[in-house]
């Protein structure tokens, strides 16, 4: 006796419903074949349930990955701000530089003249020391 009752394709319908009254005749088999059907069943609603589990984990993970790729590109943005000020102050940086050297140069040609100056000055200081000098070796 076929237990899985699966009627071949030929036999018309008032044979497959002959087959089907020989298989219930039969309260063994069909006993087992409900048996095989529960077991199935709980099988699959089993697996719905393991699916159902997996896609909420699924989803779970996909909100932490788009809360982390939204963050990702937030601080991406924060550093690209830091970037361009970075270049900014470097640009500024370069040009102060430029600046700065321009007044240390100048400020060196203000003391090379201001040392000459003092050099001048003490020449004629101790020309007129030795003019005063002089004039007192010739009144005394």
């Given amino acids: 006796m076929n237990e899985t009752f699966t009627p071949p394709a030929e036999l018309n319908a008032a044979s497959q419903l002959l087959s089907l009254i020989s298989l219930l005749a039969d309260r063994d088999a069909t006993k087992r074949l409900l048996d095989r059907l ?3 069943s709980k099988a699959a609603l089993d697996a719905c349930e393991k699916l159902g589990d997996a896609r909420a984990a699924q989803a779970a993970v996909e909100k932490e990955r788009q809360a982390f790729v939204k963050w990702m590109d937030a601080e991406r943005a924060k550093l690209k701000d830091e970037h361009a000020l970075l270049s900014a102050d470097k640009d500024q940086l370069r040009h102060d530089r430029a600046g700065h050297h321009a007044v ?9 003249a201001f040392e000459a100056s003092k050099q ?11 003019f005063k000098r002089t004039v007192n070796r010739s009144a005394a």
């Fill in 120 to 130: 001048e000055h003490a020449e004629h200081l101790a020309a007129l020391d030795q």
């Fill in 38 to 40: 529960v077991g199935a």
């Fill in 104 to 112: 240390v140069a100048a400020h060196a040609e203000r003391v090379a």
